[in-house]
């Protein structure tokens, strides 16, 4: 029985065995394996698939377990790499035994010749040189070569193969057991991903439904405590406004009986005439309720801990006040601001009006600090009036009628002339993009400029005075002569024009991070009433904000958020609490 057994029979038992389909009963083409183990033909499972299109169940043909397909169907099963390696291993054996059957010895009946000496027949098998062999063959080339019948060599292939054909199902075994190892590997992994992501989706939404909840009540509390004051707040109003309505009828009511008397001219009234006279002196005697100071200012604080609170009070308390300076002699002398600017590390510049810079108040410096300011060396400047910083940290100083920009380090840039011929540049401003803006009295306009000082338009400014100062893509300036604050746009629309109602002139103004505007009016030479205003973003007016602040000229915000006042022999450094 065993010399029946051949290489091609094992392989067709192979074949049968493991590689044909069980619908076809054909070998594999494009093997798919199911999540039960069984591979069948795609198109086979195609055409299966065909019978039931409306569901995405597939029931195996073999064991009949449901097999739940993904979107893509059949294609998107898993490919049957274990299968197909295995045809590609048994097609290459079949196509090395082909090879081998077309060279082997040929039966009795027909023997083949040696094709180097023609006229002898191929009788043995050179097992060195694996070449069948004549006898002229074996006393020439091939006398020390261990030779072999040819049936013997035919058996000892056999056997090669037999043992071939084992190490091959064993290397199919355990390809088959890697894959496996894998696919459960995998399995695991998808699992423990899935679980992963649940845990992490399922914390993330409580905490933050836990923010979200105390953001809802924190806010709910600050609406509730905002809404109660604002109650408290509108009564108090009212209330004043009714007493001053009541009072005033009174009053009215008064008026209208004493002139009724006086029309009828008998002497017998003057005793009441009089009586009412006096009643009417005593009204001229009484004050209006009025509204107390601050009772309309409400604003709200952001805080990083916590959503933020209410501010009741816009409140701003002297931090800093600085009345001299040491210059380059060690002397100490007056100060005589007109202009401060801040840089982002909150050093403070102020223009004298002597015409000098100075490095003021270093950054960090505590309440009533004595610290004396110094002299600032920057050479090329020949009659500055004016100056700002940008977000580079560069001085731009407005110095008679050229702008100069100077490095960090106050070391002069570059510089350009602005405006046409004429023009007498008052005052100027920096925004976010470090645009240099200059602001024209003479003209009544302003002109926008790149950083290099090329010129990017010309806006109408009618009435523009000596200060000047950006929020976003808005220009605000002060009209010192018809006492108004103007805001217009970059492209030249007005924002807003109101009158500045406080017996002054307005002249500093600079704006804060929210665009709220404040304004320094001037009232007189070492006036004590002079103020500091404050305006919404939109020009509506909330409130005054610094009393007596003598003489105040130019004004700006530091970074930190402290109002810099240059004011009459003094810099002045306001915190807001």
Aim: net charge negative.
């Amino acid at each position: 029985m065993a010399s029946n057994i051949t290489a091609q029979s094992m392989l067709e038992e192979i074949s049968q065995g493991h590689l044909e389909c069980p619908i076809c009963s054909e070998r594999f083409k494009q093997p798919k394996l199911l999540e039960c183990s069984h591979s069948f033909c795609l198109q086979c499972l195609q055409n299966l698939k065909e019978k039931t299109p409306s569901t995405a169940i597939l029931s195996c043909p073999v064991c009949r377990q449901d097999i739940l397909l993904e979107e893509n169907g059949i294609e998107g099963l898993k490919t049957d790499f274990k299968t197909v390696t295995l045809l590609e291993v048994i097609i290459a054996q079949e196509k090395r035994l082909k090879c081998q059957e077309e060279k082997q010895v040929p039966s009795e009946e027909h023997v083949s010749k040696c094709s180097k000496h023609t006229d002898k027949d191929l009788i043995m098998y050179c097992d060195r040189c694996n070449i069948l062999i004549c006898t002229t063959c074996i006393a020439k080339d091939h006398r020390l070569h261990p030779a072999l019948e040819p049936t013997e060599a035919l058996d000892k292939s056999k056997h090669h193969a037999e043992e071939l054909l084992s190490k091959v199902r064993q290397c199919i075994e355990t390809f088959n057991s890697a894959i496996q190892e894998i696919d459960m590997s995998r399995k695991t992994l998808d699992s423990m991903f899935a679980a992963t992501k649940e845990k992490i989706s399922k914390k993330a939404d409580k905490e933050i439904a836990m923010e979200v909840e105390r953001f809802i009540e924190e806010k709910q509390k600050l609406m509730d405590e905002a809404e109660q004051i604002y109650q408290d707040r509108v009564k108090t109003m009212e209330t004043a406004r009714a007493t001053n309505c009541k009072e005033m009828t009174k009053a009215e009511h008064k008026q209208d009986e004493v002139n009724h008397l006086m029309d009828q001219g008998s002497c017998e009234i003057v005793q009441l005439i009089e009586k009412l006279l006096q009643d009417l002196e005593d009204y001229t005697k009484m004050k209006p309720s009025k509204v107390p100071d601050g009772l309309t200012y409400m604003n709200f604080k952001e805080d990083q801990k916590s959503l933020g609170r209410l501010v009741l009070q816009n409140k701003w308390t002297l931090k800093i006040e600085m009345k001299t300076y040491m210059n380059k002699a060690q002397q100490i002398n007056r100060i005589f601001p007109k202009d401060v600017s801040a840089n982002s590390n909150s050093d403070i510049f102020v223009s004298n009006f002597d015409n000098a810079c100075w490095i003021l108040i270093p950054a960090g410096s505590k309440p009533k600090s004595t610290v004396m300011p110094q002299t600032l060396s920057v050479e090329g400047l020949i009659k500055p009036r004016k100056m700002t910083v940008n977000n580079k940290d560069e001085l731009i100083v407005l110095d008679n009628q050229t702008v100069k920009i100077f490095s960090g380090k106050y070391q002069l840039l570059h510089q350009f002339t602005p405006g046409q011929s004429g023009s007498k540049p008052s005052c100027i401003a920096v925004d976010d993009n470090n645009l240099i803006v200059v602001g024209y009295k003479n003209m009544n306009e302003i002109s926008i400029h790149k950083p290099d000082g090329s010129l990017t338009t010309t806006i109408p400014a009618p009435g523009i005075g000596g200060y000047l100062t950006t929020y976003k893509q808005r220009l605000i300036y002060t009209n010192y002569k018809d006492k108004k604050l103007v805001s217009v746009g970059y492209n030249g629309d007005f924002v807003f024009s109101v009158d500045i109602n406080q017996s002054g002139r307005p002249c500093g103004v600079c704006c804060d991070t929210d665009g709220c505007v404040y304004i320094a009016v001037w009232k007189g030479l070492e006036s004590s009433t002079d103020n500091i205003h404050h305006y919404s973003p939109d020009g509506k007016y909330i409130g005054c904000i610094i009393k007596e602040c003598v003489d105040p000229c130019g004004i700006t915000f530091t970074p930190a958020g402290d109002l810099v006042v240059a004011a009459y022999k003094t810099v002045q450094i306001y915190h807001h609490e």
